[in-house]
Nanobody, 126 residues
Framework: QVQLVESGGGSVQAGGSLRLSCAAS???????MGWVRQAPGKEREGVAG???????????YYADSVKGRFTISRDNAKNTLYLQMNSLKPEDTAMYYCAADPQPCSPSRITNFAYWGQGTQVTVSS
């Protein structure tokens, strides 16, 4: 079992930025990791995913709705995943969850990942 704890959420105005962090209880070097969000009354949406560590390059996935605005990254030495969110829009308002999945895994299948955090709320006002 991998425990994931998100932080960095908050309330910002449209056009602002937030940086979410996800701390893992153990090494996630061999795991795909990603971020999923869920707004009230809506289905969960895979936001961004990243391939396992161990090489100098990573495969990343972004939902079309956030491409060009959000950046996913990982620091394997710190067992931490990040999501830099820029140019935030009101429609980005949601609970954001960190997720991890052992291999074999795909960064694009974030909603199917095995392990989930409790989430951190992001609210973007107009």
């Amino acid at each position: 079992q991998v425990q994931l704890v998100e932080s960095g959420g908050g309330s910002v105005q449209a056009g602002g930025s937030l940086r979410l962090s996800c701390a893992a209880s153990r090494s996630t070097l061999s795991y795909c990791m990603g971020w999923v969000r869920q707004a009230p009354g809506k289905e969960r949406e895979g936001v961004a995913g990243i391939s396992p560590g161990g090489s100098s390059t990573y495969y990343t996935y972004y939902a079309d709705s956030v491409k060009g605005r959000f950046t996913i990254s990982r620091d394997n030495a710190k067992n931490t995943l990040y999501l830099q969110m820029n140019s935030l829009k009101p429609e980005d308002t949601a609970m954001y969850y960190c997720a991890a999945d052992p291999q074999p895994c795909s960064p694009s299948r974030i909603t199917n990942f095995a392990y989930w955090g409790q989430g951190t709320q992001v609210t973007v006002s107009s």
